[in-house]
């Protein structure tokens, strides 16, 4: 019969609300095995545990997710209290590692293949699915009385395409890609910036920051990006208002959801934990 420790969970994604995810599950005693694609996308970089795909190895808070190249590599990285990070977009590994849970948190606002087959105990969060036909559980990510939400027949709420709201702004704040072509950067997460200023390049196409505020979120440089990509994120609070070191309020919520569904599969599916 498992234990927390002997129970494998498998985390579709690492950007910044699934590093939320990522940590309550470590923080809790279970395996943890992050699968991301080969350039993750994510623009809060700094408190995404996918930075591991450029870094090698990447800490965010109390966790370091470290990259690795094949399944038999994981044990080793768990007795060294890290988090093994593999590269496989389309879940090919699962068969292999056989997780008890797995949790899609790419919030992808679609489902790109995860369905109730690949484990025992399937979670999934944001639009794109339904339960119980998809996954066990579909966990709301809208802001509002609904977030963290644990939805066992249905679907979350549709995605509006806005923004949260930060300093009174929601579309302003967020910086999509004006051309193709491969981003430069010329400043950096956490730096201050004013409106109109400089921030980077796609090719040689300049993209300026749309308000003055701290540059929170900014998408990898050297990646190839298409025209329209949601690229980066300016924070118009306080500057001492601004956190982008550590997870969010979000992440950290919808972390306690995803290990609540875990915990009631266990529960459900008579698992031993």
Known sequence: MATIAETLVVVRGGGDLATGVIQKFHRSGFKVVIL????PLA??????????????????????????????????????GEIPLLIDPL?????????????????AKKNLGTNRQLAPITIALGPGFSAPQDVNV????????????????????????????????????VVHSPAAGVVKHVRKIGDQVTAGELIFYVDTTPVYSPLD????????????????LKVADVDPRPREDVDYQTISDKARGLGGAALEAALWGLR???VSY
Request: proline share 4%; glycine share 12%.
């Open 138 to 173: 579909v966990i709301e990510t809208m802001r509002g009385h609904r977030l963290g939400r644990l939805i066992f027949a249905g679907e979350a709420l549709p995605n509006t395409g806005v923004p949260g709201i930060l300093g009174g702004k929601s579309r302003e704040r």
């Open 213 to 228: 505020g701290t540059l929170r979120g900014l998408i990898q440089a050297g990646l190839t990006i298409p025209k329209g």
């Open 268 to 270: 459900n599916q008579s």
């Open 91 to 107: 879940g090919k590994s699962l068969q292999k590692l056989k997780p008890t849970v797995l949790v899609d948190a790419i919030i």
């Open 36 to 39: 991301e694609t080969e350039q």
């Open 43 to 80: 623009i809060r970089r700094t408190v995404s545990l996918c930075s591991a795909v450029y870094e090698g190895m990447y800490q965010v808070e109390d966790l370091t997710a470290r990259m690795i190249t094949e399944v038999a590599q994981c044990e080793a990285i768990w007795s060294a």
